[in-house]
């Protein structure tokens, strides 16, 4: 689904409610995505108003918009924080950034000088630096200045109540000079360790050596009278709700739009079993200029390695739905190459373990993009390492994994990285209605065939997972007339005939549901039961032997897969112990199609199939005998586990 990043800057922008601001590893001061949450940049020079604009232009350091002043003699800019009714800058704290850095992008022909404000005892402080103190090479050229935040001051109190974290100031200019600013951001040193091992094998994924099946929700951490741009600041009122529900769920895969993190929503990822696939979003208009390519392909750089050593990271996915605005020539010549290199980049910036790289891209002529011969086949991108789809065909991919697996030069896994069905049924009554059933009905079609799809189950099956969009509703989404970021809109901006209800309604397609009586609130809808019916480790149902030779032991078994699994283990016992379960060996690896051959150690056995995922195990099926729990023991005996078993973990069989 399209985001839209519209700029929005040179607006007062005024805080719905208050949200304790978090402390994060980078603090956005102003970039692409506009200003910090109910801040507004000021302006002042010799000749009012002021000439402050943001001109978009290919060569920018980040995105294709920065800030330019123009005056006459002298003139400056800077971001304020937290506006109050009265105009008045309120404290931020900043004092977790106290060994951290200013970090800018500039390019001017004259020394700027450079300032932050604090608000101390009711008295305002002003901190200044030069350019010329920072390394700046005095030329008219873009530039990164990095002045440590210690240089402006080491004040705790100071720090702990900034009201301005930027300014900039031009003075004594001849006539019509200008300068112009972009990127800034407080950024502090973030130590991670643990990364994790992922790897691309055939059409599928590893972690840390063991198959992994993406099985993942679209993430957009925005509340309800936000916009996208709450994505962009850290959010533990949001993750911490969400991130324990959604690995309930048998998510474990949290898949965001942008590539803004903060170690806090990473490690509380990974408290909750859930992997990251952070999405370095891509400006079309960089595409333009070589400059602006170097500029895209070092902003992508700096992030690999800002995070590549936090476990929590899955791969890197570079773009969405780029190819949705490009022509088919630009997207040859321009994109496509440019993402490749990008991949390269993003994999030395790593070393030799580095992290997989995707794309996700938009189904605007069905898969026509993907592998495209002579433009985006495996030979043209040889760094990129699989491939993202969001498809939007109705309640069925009709032959979707089909034509992908058909093309040639085409080896990758692909990840369907956004799929699912509105809530909204505009069909249903005079005015329409939210209708559970239907989007649940639409989604366990969706999920059933896309598990069908994953390598791990199906010989020849292309995938390796899948991310439902998405996990909650987004009430700032449609941009019918009247719409408000405080309502939840049921207007539709686009018709899909392939759906029962054609009308997309944008802002109805969570699994969870948001509450305007309660922020922290998520109403899970029947298609979450569906996510978790088909995610959730399960039990292995109708086990049978197809064949069993005596003398070798050799042993071909079928079995309906665990839900929710990528592998299986054989647990078995002497026939004799069967009514303890008293198991004395395993066989693992026996994949996850329901198909396996295997060697069994001689004379008479009692035997067990459990599916696995993700290092957990799945219910070991139901023993003949009623008991407390009526769950067989795992293996070696119930009191403990060798492989630990998913909390929710279901033993039925149909
Ligand atoms: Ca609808
Ligand atoms: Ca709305």
Not at 19 to 37: H, M, Q, R, Y
Not at 326 to 337: G, V
Not at 392 to 408: A, D, I, V
Not at 438 to 459: K, P, S
């Amino acid at each position: 689904m399209t985001r839209m990043c519209r700029f929005l800057v040179l607006t007062l922008v005024l805080a719905v409610w208050a949200i304790t601001p978090a402390l994060a590893d980078s603090f956005l001061v102003f970039t692409e995505e506009g200003l910090p949450k109910g801040s507004n940049i000021f302006t002042w020079c010799d000749t009012p108003p002021c000439d402050v604009s943001t001109p978009q232009e290919c060569a920018t350091p980040e995105g294709s918009h920065n800030l330019r002043v123009r005056t006459n003699v002298w003139a400056g800019l800077g971001v304020f924080l937290n506006i109050d009714p009265f105009n008045q800058p309120q404290p931020e704290n900043l004092s977790a950034y106290t060994n951290g850095e200013v970090r800018f992008f500039v390019k001017t022909s004259k020394d700027l000088k450079v300032e932050m404000q604090c608000k101390v005892s009711g008295q305002t402080q002003t901190k200044t630096r030069f350019l010329t103190q920072h390394g700046w090479n005095g030329l008219n050229a873009w530039q990164e200045i990095v002045i440590p935040v210690a240089s402006f001051t080491t004040d705790p109190v100071c720090l702990a109540a900034v009201t301005s974290p930027f300014m900039a100031t031009v003075e004594n200019l001849p006539f019509f000079s200008s300068f112009q600013i972009d990127n800034v951001r407080w950024r502090r040193a973030n130590a991670h360790s643990g990364a994790s091992s992922v790897q691309v094998q055939g059409r599928q994924l590893t972690v840390n050596g063991k198959p992994f099946v993406v099985r993942g929700v679209a993430y957009s951490p925005i509340s309800i009278g936000e916009d996208y741009r709450g994505s962009f600041r850290d959010r533990p009122d949001r993750y911490l709700v969400d991130f324990p529900l959604m690995a309930a769920r048998g998510v474990n895969v949290v898949r965001t739009y942008s590539s803004f993190m903060t170690t806090g929503m990473l490690d509380a990822a990974r408290a909750n079993g859930l992997y990251v696939i952070p999405n370095f979003q891509v400006d079309t208009a960089q595409l333009g200029c070589t400059a602006g390519k170097d500029f895209m392909r070092d902003r992508m750089r700096e992030t690999v390695q800002e995070w590549k050593n936090h476990p929590a990271i899955l791969f890197w996915l570079i773009g969405n739905e780029v190819n949705r605005s490009l022509t088919n020539t630009a997207l040859c010549s321009d994109w496509y190459p440019q993402l490749d290199s990008m991949a390269l980049a993003a994999h030395q910036a790593e070393g030799a373990s580095f992290h997989p790289v995707g794309t996700a891209n938009s189904e605007t002529s069905g898969l026509g993009d993907i592998c495209q011969n002579g433009c985006s086949d495996d030979t043209r991108l040889p760094n990129l390492n699989l491939w993202g789809v969001q498809a939007y065909r109705g309640c069925s991919f009709g032959t979707l994994f089909n034509e992908y697996q058909s093309k040639s030069d085409c080896a990758r896994p692909l990840i369907v990285t956004e799929f699912g069905a509105d809530a909204w049924d505009s069909l249903s009554g005079p005015s329409g209605a939210e209708n559970q059933t239907l989007q649940a009905n639409c989604l366990g079609q969706l999920l059933g065939e896309a598990d069908q799809a994953l390598a791990v189950r199906t010989a020849g099956g292309v995938s390796a997972g899948q991310v439902v969009f998405a996990w909650s509703d987004e009430w700032w989404k449609t941009t019918c007339a009247g719409s408000q970021w405080t309502l939840h809109d049921t207007c539709s901006t686009w018709t899909n005939p392939g759906y029962p209800d054609p009308a997309m309604n944008e802002e109805w397609w969570g699994i969870a549901a948001l509450d305007p009586a309660d922020p922290n609130a998520r109403v899970l809808r029947s298609s979450a039961n569906q996510v978790s019916g088909s995610w959730n480790l399960g039990a292995v149902c109708n086990a049978r032997v197809v064949s069993y030779n005596k003398t070798t032991g050799q042993t071909a078994l079928s079995f309906n897969p665990a839900a929710g699994s990528t592998d299986h283990t054989l647990y078995y016992g002497p026939l004799s112990s069967v009514s303890t379960y008293g198991y004395s060996g395993s066989v693992t690896g026996l994949g996850a199609t329901g198909s396996s051959s295997l060697t069994l150690p001689s004379g008479s056995l009692f035997w067990v199939v459990v599916g696995r995922n993700n290092g957990a195990e799945g219910c070991y099926g139901k023993s003949k005998t009623p008991s407390a729990t009526n769950e067989r023991p795992c293996f070696p005996n119930a009191a403990s586990c060798s492989v630990p078993q998913a909390a929710n973990r279901t033993c039925q069989c149909p």
